[in-house]
């Protein structure tokens, strides 16, 4: 392994597009009017926008920057359940245990839903199913999950093991955790593969994908709407916003006003021994751990290196000093990686919601899904596909999701630096903790 130094960039920051052609949409004259207007081209939609074009419907989707510019290329690609951050009793102290097994069933339901359509689709994005390892730093913190763990196996059936200290290292080379939970229906994809693959099949069904066209406002006409764009205006008679965290409050009503961008950092490693990975990860699994600022890091699929990913430190300011905030996260849980050098480094938003769920529907007569909340992989897939029997009028469209109220965010403009003061306090509440441990 070479010494730490600069971060070297190689072919774009951006590890998941490292040796990727950039995907580049058919040429169309943009129409004076469609069926629907699908506003973002990540997951939800790209994904949306297939089921309507199948449908028969003409569909535009209007893209800011180049296709899967936001989150869905940026992202961790770890699949799992994806439960609601409140976890069962948080979930059934809000809204009463019936209504927590539903939530909490969705979770089930989107991996199933995106399994399934990866396979019925033939889409190539480095699937697998390895299981994941969530690391406790402490004893409570493991007990705690164990509960959890529980509940939740017997509300919905989650598969998982719990993993005592003294067996930890049968699934990560670490000391750091006091043991874990395995849940082995997790894995992970190839997230810039999926996206690609996503819009090679809305294409095919007729989609239109403009790249270079922010949405600059939205205006009701009669049944109608009528969409600004550099170009001049588009009709359409229905909207998808499909924005998430890349959304201006403004233009990108009413989803962007209801979510809070949080920036999260991403660093791939460079190309490490076999010995070593084997040592990080002794099954290939991806991993994650309970703390208030938690890391997520995961072997890529070529089995060569390693991401890490989450508010690891600054996420402006210097490479060299954002990769030393990285490198110094990996070397808490592994110190065999004190000396690695990460050669991509990039940065995602994630979009959270007040109530810490995803959401979907209609509001002012635009369709909207988004603010996952970072688990956002397979639940856009699935919230695209109910948006569409929604918009198509076909059946099984609903969701636990549907009657959970979405107010705007008060003092939305505030909220990002909120939200990162937020994490300073965090952050400084888990070094405190760990330094109690030692
Ligand atoms: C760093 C990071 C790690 C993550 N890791 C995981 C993970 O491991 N597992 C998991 O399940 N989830 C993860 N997530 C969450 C997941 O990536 C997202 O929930 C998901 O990709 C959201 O997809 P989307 O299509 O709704 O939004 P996005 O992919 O963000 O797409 C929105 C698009 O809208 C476009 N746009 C915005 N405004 C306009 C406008 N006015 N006009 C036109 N276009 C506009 C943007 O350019 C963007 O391309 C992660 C997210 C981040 C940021």
């Given at each position: 392994?070479?010494?730490?130094?600069?971060?070297?960039?190689?072919?774009?920051?951006?590890?998941?597009?490292?040796?990727?052609?950039?995907?580049?949409?058919?040429?169309?004259?943009?129409?004076?009017?469609?069926?629907?207007a699908v506003v973002g081209s990540g997951f939800t939609g790209l994904r949306t926008a297939l089921e309507l074009a199948r449908a028969g419907r003409s569909v535009a989707v209007l893209e800011a920057r180049d296709v899967g510019h936001g989150a869905s290329s940026r992202n961790g690609g770890m699949v799992g359940p994806s439960f609601h951050k409140l976890g069962m009793a948080g979930l059934t102290s809000a809204y009463g245990e019936a209504k927590a097994g539903a939530?909490?069933?969705?979770?089930?339901?989107?991996?199933?839903?995106?399994?399934?359509?990866?396979?019925?689709?033939?889409?190539?994005?480095?699937?697998?199913?390895?299981?994941?390892?969530?690391?406790?730093?402490?004893?409570?913190?493991?007990?705690?999950?164990?509960?959890?763990?529980?509940?939740?196996?017997?509300?919905?059936?989650?598969?998982?093991?719990?993993?005592?200290?003294?067996?930890?290292?049968?699934?990560?080379?670490?000391?750091?955790?006091?043991?874990?939970?395995?849940?082995?229906?997790?894995?992970?994809?190839?997230?810039?593969?999926?996206?690609?693959?996503?819009?090679?099949?809305?294409?095919?069904?007729?989609?239109?994908?403009?790249?270079?066209?922010?949405?600059?406002?939205?205006?009701?006409?009669?049944?109608?709407?009528?969409?600004?764009?550099?170009?001049?205006?588009?009709?359409?008679?229905?909207?998808?916003?499909?924005?998430?965290?890349?959304?201006?409050?403004?233009?990108?009503?009413?989803?962007?006003?209801?979510?809070?961008?949080?920036?999260?950092?991403?660093?791939?490693?460079?190309?490490?021994?076999?010995?070593?990975?084997?040592?990080?990860?002794?099954?290939?699994?991806?991993?994650?751990?309970?703390?208030?600022?938690?890391?997520?890091?995961?072997?890529?699929?070529?089995?060569?290196?390693?991401?890490?990913?989450?508010?690891?430190?600054?996420?402006?300011?210097?490479?060299?000093?954002?990769?030393?905030?990285?490198?110094?996260?990996?070397?808490?849980?592994?110190?065999?990686?004190?000396?690695?050098?990460?050669?991509?480094?990039?940065?995602?938003?994630?979009?959270?919601?007040?109530?810490?769920?995803?959401?979907?529907?209609?509001?002012?007569?635009?369709?909207?899904?988004?603010?996952?909340?970072?688990?956002?992989?397979?639940?856009?897939?699935?919230?695209?596909?109910?948006?569409?029997?929604?918009?198509?009028?076909?059946?099984?469209?609903?969701?636990?999701?549907?009657?959970?109220?979405?107010?705007?965010?008060?003092?939305?403009?505030?909220?990002?630096?909120?939200?990162?003061?937020?994490?300073?306090?965090?952050?400084?509440?888990?070094?405190?903790?760990?330094?109690?441990?030692?």
């Open positions: 392994m070479s010494a730490p130094g600069p971060i070297d960039l190689g072919e774009g920051e951006n590890y998941w597009r490292h040796g990727r052609a950039p995907y580049v949409p058919h040429a169309h004259e943009m129409p004076a009017e469609v069926d629907v939530i909490m069933r969705e979770g089930m339901l989107a991996l199933d839903h995106f399994e399934a359509f990866v396979e019925a689709e033939g889409i190539d994005c480095a699937f697998t199913l390895p299981g994941r390892f969530r690391g406790a730093p402490t004893a409570a913190s493991y007990e705690a999950t164990a509960r959890e763990c529980e509940r939740l196996s017997k509300a919905v059936g989650l598969p998982f093991e719990m993993i005592p200290k003294a067996r930890q290292r049968d699934h990560i080379g670490s000391d750091f955790y006091h043991g874990g939970v395995l849940y082995p229906r997790d894995g992970g994809i190839q997230p810039r593969m999926l996206v690609e693959a996503l819009a090679t099949r809305a294409e095919a069904a007729g989609a239109m994908l403009f790249e270079n066209t922010p949405v600059s406002g939205l205006r009701r006409d009669g049944e109608r709407f009528a969409l600004r764009l550099p170009s001049g205006t588009l009709v359409a008679r229905d909207v998808v916003m499909a924005t998430n965290g890349y959304g201006a409050p403004g233009a990108t009503a009413p989803l962007g006003p209801r979510l809070v961008p949080v920036l999260t950092g991403v660093a791939a490693t460079e190309e490490l021994s076999p010995n070593l990975i084997r040592d990080l990860t002794p099954q290939g699994q991806n991993f994650g751990e309970n703390r208030r600022v938690f890391m997520w890091f995961r072997p890529t699929p070529d089995g060569k290196r390693f991401i890490f990913g989450g508010r690891l430190g600054p996420m402006r300011g210097s490479r060299a000093a954002r990769a030393k905030a990285v490198r110094a996260s990996a070397a808490r849980v592994f110190p065999q990686l004190a000396d690695v050098r990460f050669t991509h480094l990039w940065t995602g938003a994630i979009a959270y919601t007040q109530d810490h769920a995803p959401h979907l529907g209609r509001i002012d007569g635009v369709w909207f899904a988004g603010g996952y909340c970072g688990s956002g992989v397979t639940r856009s897939l699935y919230f695209a596909d109910k948006l569409a029997r929604r918009i198509l009028g076909r059946a099984e469209a609903e969701t636990a999701f549907d009657d959970l109220p979405f107010p705007k965010v008060p003092f939305r403009p505030l909220a990002p630096w909120v939200a990162a003061g937020l994490t300073r306090w965090h952050a400084w509440q888990d070094a405190r903790d760990d330094a109690r441990r030692r």
